[in-house]
């Protein structure tokens, strides 16, 4: 089966890497911007549409107000961004926002950010993958008639790219996402100078239909809701931005300014693309509604359920190209690319925090291992399973999974910041070299901004998205610190329960006296085997103990042991009910209830097999009653194996894969061969 599933795994995911090529994994800038940044320069592709779908509940009317409704978004946007800044150079080891929190605000908080950062990772895939789906749909309609199914697909592709190692897969999310931003910049610009300087007016597909407004003549407090509303679902434009401070570690040195230099190039190209959309929207006259097949009408109908709304990206595309010409095709294709690889942004924070986490006793320590290709392959499978799941309850539907989305990314930027504030108050308590206070001071200034606007935004999110799906979010968050602070109180307690103590013990008491009892169900080899290490021991008592479930085999075991003229006792236990293992687990009980200073040690002769199929016909019993032994104290259990001829042939097929390569992992011939060829040559030149 080793072999069976090895040869594959090569194939899918490559050669194993040692630890110490650890370094050759680290990020050139060029590279980290796609791996770290994808996700937000992503979200341009339907953030934008996010804030017409709101609008559009009021009517056409109020599409006037989504210019400023960009530029709020960008206000916050560079607020985010320069606050980071701070992060990344104050704390490069990439704990991020869970570090700050939880070195500034104390445990519970960092588990607050922990929590919220999970969910929103989680979040990041299923929306962005939901979205990529859509778009390319746009061009190929089989994507939308199977939505769950292609979004699960490629989950399940992205999940194995990541799984070859975060460098790897960064050159392959490279060229896509290069392609999308120079595309969109491109559709921007020559939009801008067809409308501009050419003067044509450009025209979306939907120009022509009209929206029937769920409520007219909104004023007042309603109004201010709905903008609010849509500002918030705006602020999906800066999912992922908290990533490059997660993820300083896996940048290049120096690693705290590249990660700066990174975060200020993801902060300028996302905030002029998504305005650029905006404003191309606007200028062509772009409709959107929540409810398309109701509320958009075309000659005094509406267009119906067979309708299919196309992002507003798509539709820019169309009015500015032309639909289905070269330049169109290519941004749909990189537009749906990204956002399948913007997942890779949570495939990166995912692991790495979890790894973290794992660290802190708050998640199962196997998520801090890492795997064959130096990656943290647990977390990532966890995220890939987490994310399918989400994605197979909502339909692959990016409008519904977005009401989710930016809630655990809001309270994570809060609280970060508030903790940078009183990260740089406590470190002005103590410098006092005026050059870095007046840094400090400034720095002070922009992290409580950002926790200010950010805080402020989050209670936007809370009271505009709750009763939308922002609740389903906020359950998340709960079920993520309940679990990640049971994990934590559980290795505490299992610490504090094995910690060796400073004095005398019972742990570091010999027991007065050892009874050895060796388990017999007929005589064979690896009966007498047993036996044989049994005596070995010199255990101050040692029998031979076997459960009579059948009299006959019974008469026939005590006969055979009588002939034999073995010098070991054998005790028959009477069984009534044909039980095995009760029988064994109440006399051993016994022996340890008469002497409880006591140890008892069973000894399990165990047959060895070469075959997976085989482990279900033997052994059996022996599992059984290791596992309830397990559980009595003072009780030893010791397997003796008896290795069958079956167990000879799979320890030659161990040997057979030492010596084969897997394709790929050799380029010249075997390692020994290279090293003795030179070594001939060379005596034959001395010679």
């Known amino acids: 089966m080793s072999k069976l599933t090895d040869l594959p795994k090569r194939i899918l995911i490559g050669r194993a890497l040692r630890s110490d090529r650890l370094g050759e994994t680290l990020l050139p800038k060029r590279i980290a911007l796609p ?167 450009m025209r979306a597909p939907t120009a022509d239909l009209e929206i029937k407004p769920e409520h007219q003549g909104l004023a007042g407090f309603a109004l201010v809701f709905l903008l609010l509303r849509a500002f918030s679902s705006g602020c999906a434009a800066l999912t992922g931005v908290e990533a490059i401070s997660n993820g300083v570690p896996a940048f290049r040195k120096p690693k705290s300014k590249n990660a700066a230099t990174t975060l200020a190039a993801m902060g300028l190209l996302a905030v002029t693309m998504f305005c650029g959309i905006i404003g191309l929207a606007m200028a062509t006259n772009v409709r959107m509604a929540e409810n398309p097949a109701v509320d958009l009408v075309r000659d005094g109908t509406p267009v119906g359920e067979s309708y299919v709304q196309n992002p507003v990206i798509s539709q820019v595309a169309a009015a500015v190209f032309g639909d289905g010409t070269f330049f169109f095709i290519v941004l749909a294709a990189a537009t749906a690319l990204v956002l399948f690889l913007a997942a890779n942004t949570a495939y990166n924070g995912f692991p790495l925090l979890g790894s973290i986490l794992a660290q802190d006793r ?126 934590r109180k559980h290795y505490d307690r299992v610490a504090a329960e094995i910690a060796a103590p400073d004095g005398p013990s019972d742990d570091v008491v010999r027991p007065s006296r050892v009874h050895s009892v060796v388990l017999i169900s007929k005589i064979h080899r690896p009966t007498l085997r047993a036996l044989a290490y049994a005596k070995l021991l010199r255990s101050h008592t040692l029998e031979a103990l076997s459960v009579n479930v059948d009299a006959a085999e019974t008469k026939a075991l005590q006969e055979e042991w009588n002939r034999r003229g073995i010098d070991v006792p054998l005790k028959v236990l009477d069984s009534p009910y044909r039980e095995v293992t009760r029988p064994v687990i109440e006399y051993v009980k016994g022996l340890r209830k008469e002497s409880p200073r006591d140890a008892v040690s069973v000894i399990i002769p165990e047959y060895v097999v070469g075959h997976w199929y085989e482990h279900l016909l033997h052994n059996q019993s022996a599992l059984r009653l290791k596992g309830r032994l397990l559980f009595t104290p003072g009780v030893m259990v010791t397997s003796v194996p008896y290795q069958l001829e079956s167990s000879e042939v799979a320890k030659r097929r161990a040997r057979k894969r030492q010596e084969w390569s897997a394709p790929g992992s050799v380029r010249r011939g075997p390692a020994h061969d290279r090293s003795k060829t030179p070594a001939k040559e060379t005596s034959a030149n001395k010679s």
């Open 35 to 201: 791996v770290f940044a994808s996700d937000p320069l992503s979200s341009v592709a339907y953030a934008p549409g996010e804030v017409l779908l709101v609008l559009s509940i009021a009517g056409v009317s109020a599409y006037h107000f989504s210019p400023w409704i960009a530029v709020a978004v960008v206000v916050l946007m560079f607020t985010v961004v320069a606050s980071y800044r701070q992060n990344v150079h104050a704390y490069p080891s990439g704990g991020g926002d869970y570090e700050v929190a939880n070195t500034n605000l104390g445990p519970k908080a960092g588990l607050t950010v922990a929590s919220a950062l999970l969910v929103d990772y989680v979040l990041t895939v299923a929306v962005s993958i939901s979205s990529g789906v859509e778009n390319l749909g746009s061009a190929i309609p089989f994507f939308v008639e199977h939505k769950v199914l292609c979004a699960v697909g490629i989950i399940v592709l992205l999940t194995l790219m990541n799984l070859r190692g975060v460098k790897e897969s960064g050159k392959l999310f490279a060229i896509p996402t290069y392609v999308f931003v120079v595309g969109v910049f491109l559709m921007i610009a020559w939009g801008a100078f067809r409308g501009l300087v050419l003067d044509e007016t």
């Open 362 to 487: 708050y998640l199962p320590r196997q998520l801090h291992t890492r795997g064959d290709r130096l990656a943290f392959s647990n977390g990532i499978v966890l995220l890939a399973g987490t994310a399918v799941l989400l994605v197979w309850i909502y339909g692959a539907d990016s409008t519904r999974l977005i009401q989710l989305y930016i809630v655990g990314v809001f309270v994570s930027f809060t609280l970060s910041q508030t903790g940078m504030v009183r990260h740089w108050n406590r470190h002005l308590r103590t410098e006092k070299d005026q050059a870095k206070r007046r840094h400090m001071v400034r720095s002070r200034a922009i992290n409580t901004f950002g926790a200010f606007f950010t805080g402020l935004v989050l209670i936007v999110v809370l009271v505009t998205k709750f009763t939308h799906g922002a609740w389903v979010a906020l359950l998340g968050m709960v079920i993520f610190y309940v679990t990640m602070t049971a994990i």
